[in-house]
């Protein structure tokens, strides 16, 4: 039974990693977007992480994760003399984090959890949550982190568990594992600081393994850094500048988040807020079992998770998909409610926490603005500029080269008299009496939620108003939760507002010359 019931969650997780839901900038980014324009040479914007003078982020891990299929399509592309659309990438991507969930995550739980009574509810589990239908199948780091956090606790299962070898295989493995972690995400250590304590005695007994470990971590460090510094340094480089001026991505991210200052530029949160508000976000109805464990559930997994958790709430910015390698370590350890009444309202809570939570992340949020660059990128209009309003930041790299004509401008959530002001300012003067042919100039686009009552003024025919909005194209599955403004409005008028008015539209922007001709 359990696993037909595995079955149909992995045509769930199939459907949310092919619907255009976007959880946060960094999973275009920090990600996708940096590659493609290095292997398709697509116009891209590329983050301060990456320009800065002592870059962030390290394109090794991502080379890795999306360098490689990024190749093997163009390779393939132009092999029968065609041009990668950025619109297959991004979803080959997507089918690839979907493959490595399905493959990778759940045979890393599979292995974690030896009692096999215990894995026929922690694999499902795990496969029922939303964390795994939407985050995980997303070009998340947070995504990555989460694969290397398993993968690393299966290869500490294994060493420890064989008594009689070396285990100088897994021992490599391990150290590769932790270089690209770290890379990866300078937080990826916290999960494995307490899990790698269990390491002491065998090396003690095997000393080889210990050897072996260090060399492949060395090595993959040294590889890593030789990556980073070929991306970062300008001009040429040759095999001395990894020596004179290397470029050490997850020292100079350490060194920015010690400071509280940088910090406080990204959100400074309460220490409590990773255990008391991001954990049950992510964990629903499983987040008061685990105050419910015994003494013999509490593993390794477990012990990963909450100690990782404890770690991470050091540092001030705490975001919720932060706590991703937590979700499947404790999803597989927790034990659900004994008594058969308790149980089934339990399961009911829970099917119904991960339904609203996976329509709401996986196809609502933020949901139209990959339909919409995939739009203007194949449409034939010729579009100068396309403003963006109350929504996340655009990938340009969806464009299709389209950026090297087009001006994106991300006006984010600005007060609307600023945004019409800056929409207005690109827009032809009135010089006649007749309104200026905007199609011979090229056009300008407005893309902004149609929750966004502030511009109804400006989309009626007669109104008598500067600018005039005709809608082009508009997308029906997209919500913006930053709109929410419960203070003035109240709570249902801003539901009915955004959640009744769903939607993202793209909006022409015309100079009303007929109104700034008529008498007053």
Sequence with gaps: MWRRVYFLLILARVYFALSP?????????QGPEVIAGRVFNYPVHETWEFTSAHPIRSTFPLWLAYGWPMYILRWLWEGFGYDVSPSVVYWALRVLMLALSVVMEDWAVHELVESPRARRVAVPLVASSYVTWTFQTHTFSNSLETLLVCWSLVLIQ?????????????????????????FNRITFPAFLLLPSLLLLPHFKRKPLSICFLGAAALFTAFVAICVDTASYTPGDVNFSTVFTQP????????????????????GIHPRYQHFLVNLPQLLGPAFPLIFFLRRRHINTSLVSALSGIALLSIFPHQEARFLLPA?????????????????????????LFNLALGLLMGVYHQGGIVPVQTHIATSNTHITHAF??????????????KNEELTTVDLMGMPAPQMLANVTAVLPPCRTRKPPKIEDRGDVYLVAPRSAYALKPFQDPANRDEIELEEVWSYRQHLNLDDMDFGDDGVWPTLRR?????????????????????PA
């Design 327 to 351: 979700v499947p370590l404790i999803l597989s350890s927790i034990r659900l409610p004994y008594s058969p009444t308790l149980r089934k309202t339990w399961t009911t809570a829970w099917i």
């Design 247 to 266: 470029v050490i991505t997850p020292l100079n991210n350490f060194l920015y988040n010690s400071d509280s200052t940088n910090l406080a530029q990204h």
């Design 388 to 401: 963006w309003w109350k929504t996340y930041s655009p990938p340009t790299w969806l464009l299709n080269g």
């Design 498 to 518: 955004v959640v009744g008015d769903r939607g993202l539209v793209v909006w022409r922007v015309t100079r009303n010359c007929w109104a700034a001709e008529a």
């Design 158 to 182: 294994r060493i420890v568990g064989d008594k009689k070898r070396s285990g100088i295989l897994a021992s490599s493995m391990l150290g590769c594992m932790l270089v690209v972690g770290i």
């Design 21 to 29: 839901s976007y959880l946060h900038p960094d999973e275009n980014f």
